[in-house]
């Protein structure tokens, strides 16, 4: 497995406003990956991060909303850029070790906008 | 689109009652077939994996696949208050990389 951290745990941010969740692995891992979690509701990708590509996103997730940067093997940032109310969520990270596609999530972000 | 479908319960069993949770999926593709667990306020914790048809026994978990009828399950043996929590069924996208997940059957384990 891999142990993973994500700053802020939690956060109160104001509508228009844009926030920068980072994801921190204790080892390198190729494949990173950010989820949203809505209240009530299951995990939905958000998009796929891999170092030194592009990162691709899922249907319904565009870059600008939600630019990412995978500067390293051990690192990932999520924007979530000109928030709304209904960007309030728990964001997570999760990597692939290499281990026949397991995924191990980090501890997630708990977002509120007003 | 894959589709990944789970009864939301709650499914309430008695302490060291089995418990048996359910997931169908759309994609016949499908390689990859996981079980996480969920505690209110925390994140997915990964239970199990399963790839290959039958059974496989990890303590008092079992997972079963069955690719023919598209069906995967989890089942719980002596199951335990601890064990309340929501299961999400997961399997992979078609890229093989990420997971797309159901909506989680909440357990309720009574002691």
């Known amino acids: 497995s891999a142990v993973i951290s994500q700053k802020p745990s939690r956060d109160i941010c104001q509508r228009g406003t844009s926030l920068t969740i980072q994801c921190q692995v204790d080892?390198?891992?190729?494949?990173m990956f950010w989820y949203r979690q809505q209240p009530g509701q299951s995990l939905t990708l958000i998009a796929t991060?891999?170092?030194?590509?592009?990162?691709?996103?899922e249907s319904g997730f565009v870059i600008d909303k939600f630019p990412i940067s995978r500067p390293n093997l051990t690192f990932s940032t999520l924007t979530v850029s000109n928030m709304s109310p209904e960007d309030s969520s728990i964001y997570l990270c999760?990597?692939?070790?290499?281990?026949?596609?397991?995924?191990?999530f980090g501890p997630g972000t708990r977002l509120t906008v007003l | 689109q894959k589709e990944v479908e789970q009864n939301s319960g709650p499914l309430s069993v008695p302490e060291g009652a089995i418990a048996s949770l359910n997931c169908t999926y759309s994609?016949?593709?499908?390689?990859?077939f996981f079980w996480y667990r969920q505690y209110s306020g925390k994140s997915p914790e990964l239970i199990m994996f399963i790839y290959s048809n039958g059974d496989k026994e990890d303590g008092r978990f079992t997972a079963q696949l069955n690719k023919a009828s598209q069906y995967v399950s989890l089942l719980i043996r002596d199951s335990q208050p601890s064990d309340s929590a929501t299961y999400l069924c997961a399997v992979n996208n078609q890229a093989g990389t990420a997971l797309i997940f159901g909506k989680g059957t909440t357990l309720s384990v009574s002691s």
């Open positions: 080892s390198q891992v190729t494949m």
């Open positions: 991060a891999n170092q030194g590509s592009e990162a691709t996103y």
């Open positions: 999760s990597v692939d070790p290499g281990q026949g596609h397991t995924q191990y």
């Open positions: 994609d016949r593709g499908s390689q990859s």
